[in-house]
């Protein structure tokens, strides 16, 4: 019997005491800020996730990218354990051994002179938006209060009120202003549009290279370029938020490099720590993150020692290039067997390497109702808008394992067209 036979022998069986009671207790006293699927882990290890019940799911998600190296990676788990006994934590009143190699590590991956460490993503999104402030009164010379920042419609780069004061989602903004000024919004992918929103207080255009939670938008080919040599042109700094397309996720270090576009400013975030911390970080030449002093900004854990050291960690299993040769292949195979069922539950699926957006038939059910089928079968991956699905399995999902999600995948879309629960009658 293989591992998979042996997943799928108990596929369907209901929740346990066990799962109920862990569900039950984290909706009485956690904020429902989230809706999750009713799989609890007890344990995980590669691409697989164990529940309280002994039951074993496929990770089809992986922590949103941050577990683009498996849960537990030896290596990534042997540096934290090692980093453990030495020091973990001295705020940045001090310096420690680890930060300054990797924020070295780091720069030279990014081809960039220095490093900002913060935690999570939207910390740094958040600082990318304080240096592009600082950068252009300091050294373009607008003045202050007038900066400016290009964004685009349907971005997700986190869930602070300045954030979300530029996102479209009204589930992310209602209630929740006032909201910080200086955003605008064009439509992702319209160069055009980029342009015309540029004015002369413009300090940064800020763009996921390829739109996550949107549903993993691939923007036209030309669009990235254009918009490198718009921010050239105006002196603008080009802001790419990595921090769930980068590292590996797409088959490229950065998604940047499929146009081969050099940013300004890297945000990177999510696998950064490993799966292990939150680790963040903006990266970007010293005439851009220079312009920051003492008191301007800081993190009492960003850069911390057991942080570093991980993230020291991922640098340096990024730099041989296996993990992005593994998503490029891997991702091949993925969007091949998904295309398969494209006319047959699937309207669409977009995406590179091991990252792919599936639009499913609205007919055959929401994305969460597709998703919950799935996890029966277990397969754990999660909707975004209707009935979108994302696939980004961790990037050391074997082409079997591949083959078995999408072979669960193509049954749970099977059983969904006889029973159509969302059919126009
Ligand atoms: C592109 C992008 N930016 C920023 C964030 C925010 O990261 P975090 O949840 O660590 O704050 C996310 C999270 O999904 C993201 O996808």
């Known amino acids: 019997m293989t591992i998979l036979d042996d997943v799928t022998e108990t596929a369907g069986t209901e929740p346990s005491a066990a799962t109920r009671a862990a569900i039950e207790v984290e909706a009485r006293h956690t904020a429902h800020n989230y809706s999750p699927l009713p799989v ?40 934290a354990r090692a980093q453990l006994d030495a020091v973990t934590l001295v705020s940045r009143a001090f310096h420690s051994d680890r930060l300054g190699p990797f924020c070295a590590a780091l720069a030279e991956l990014c081809g960039k002179e220095m490093v900002l460490p913060m935690n ?38 986190g869930r602070t009120i300045s954030i979300v004061s530029f996102s479209s989602d009204p589930l992310a903004r209602g209630g ?43 923007p036209p080919a030309d669009f990235l370029p254009r918009v490198r040599e718009i921010c050239t042109r105006r002196n603008v700094l080009l802001i790419a938020d990595e921090i769930q397309s980068g590292l590996a996720r797409t088959g490229r270090t950065f998604a940047c490099d499929h146009w081969d576009v050099v940013p300004d400013v890297y ?52 730099a041989t290039g296996e993990f992005q040769a593994r998503s490029e292949e891997l991702g091949t195979r ?49 909707d975004t808008h209707g009935s979108t699905l994302r696939f980004a399995p961790p990037l050391v999902i074997t082409a079997d394992e591949i083959d078995w999600a999408t072979e669960q995948f193509a049954a749970v879309l099977a059983d969904a067209a006889v029973r159509q629960p969302n059919r126009a009658v």
Not at 40 to 48: D, K, P, R, T
Not at 210 to 218: F, M, N
Not at 340 to 363: M, N, Q
């Open 334 to 382: 993925l969007h091949t067997r998904l295309r398969a069922l494209l006319g047959h539950g699937v309207r669409e699926v977009r995406g590179l390497g091991l990252w792919a957006g599936v639009d499913v038939d609205p007919a055959l059910g929401s994305g969460k109702q597709i998703s919950l089928a799935l996890a029966a079968r277990r397969v754990l991956v999660k």
């Open 40 to 79: 609890v882990a007890a344990s995980a290890e590669g691409a697989w996730i164990t529940d309280v019940d002994g039951r074993r799911h496929l990770d089809c998600l992986a922590a949103y990218s941050a577990v683009n190296f498996g849960h537990r990676h030896p290596r990534i788990t042997a540096a």
């Open 176 to 218: 929740f202003g006032p909201f910080t000024p200086g955003f605008r919004a064009v439509p992702f992918g319209d160069a055009d549009a980029v342009a015309a929103a540029v004015d002369d207080n413009t300090v940064a255009v800020l763009l996921e290279p390829i739109q996550g939670e949107a549903g993993i938008i691939v």
């Open 120 to 157: 999570s993503g939207a910390e740094a999104v958040e600082t990318g938006i304080k240096v592009a402030r600082k950068w252009g009164v300091d050294v373009k010379g607008v003045a202050a209060d007038a900066a400016n920042i290009v964004v685009a419609h349907n971005n997700f780069h």
């Open 267 to 318: 945000l990177l975030g999510k696998a950064l720590g490993g799966g292990v911390v939150p680790v963040s970080a903006v990266v970007a030449d010293a005439d851009v993150l220079g312009v920051l002093h003492p008191g301007e900004h800081g993190s009492t854990f960003g850069g911390n020692p057991l942080a570093a050291a991980i993230g020291t960690t991922v640098v340096s299993m990024l």
